[in-house]
């Protein structure tokens, strides 16, 4: 549970960057960006596998790089589901898509699979 809500503030430091760096991007207040954070989570979890599953042909054919548009319609979905949070059209979704998913794979790397950040730690052994 402590890794999904990480990821969740992560995702919302994503949109964050995104409001703030794409002009298409509106975000009304910090509860509604913690709120798109969480429900883009929640849709990630339950809705894209479904999606990229569907897709999973078209998927193959552009060597992954449908996934950008996957994850632009996630954006879009909670953009729909949350006032407060407005996307004007699809290139400002896909580029708010592309900041979150940069954000999200940097945080990964950070966190680590199991959620807890992780520190490398290079100690001396004494022979």
């Known amino acids: 549970?402590?890794?999904?809500?990480?990821?969740?503030?992560?995702?919302?430091?994503?949109?964050?960057?995104?409001?703030?760096?794409?002009?298409?991007?509106?975000?009304?207040?910090?509860?509604?960006?913690?709120?798109?954070?969480?429900?883009?989570?929640?849709m990630n979890a339950i809705v894209r596998p479904i999606v990229v599953l569907l897709t999973l042909p078209l998927t193959l054919l552009t060597l992954g790089l449908f996934l950008l548009v996957v994850n632009a319609l996630m954006l879009g979905l909670v953009a729909?589901?949350?006032?407060g949070f407005q996307i004007a059209?699809?290139?400002a979704a896909f580029l708010a898509a592309i900041i979150v998913s940069v954000t999200g794979w940097i945080a990964s790397w950070l966190i680590g699979p199991r959620g807890r950040i992780e520190v490398m730690v290079r100690r001396r052994r004494d022979l």
Do not use: N
Not at 5 to 30: E, F, K, N, Q
């Open 1 to 42: 549970m402590t890794g999904f809500l990480l990821r969740a503030v992560i995702a919302a430091l994503g949109l964050w960057l995104a409001s703030y760096w794409v002009s298409g991007i509106r975000i009304d207040s910090a509860p509604t960006l913690l709120l798109a954070g969480l429900l883009l989570g929640v």
């Open 80 to 83: 729909l589901l949350l006032p």
């Open 89 to 91: 059209s699809f290139g």
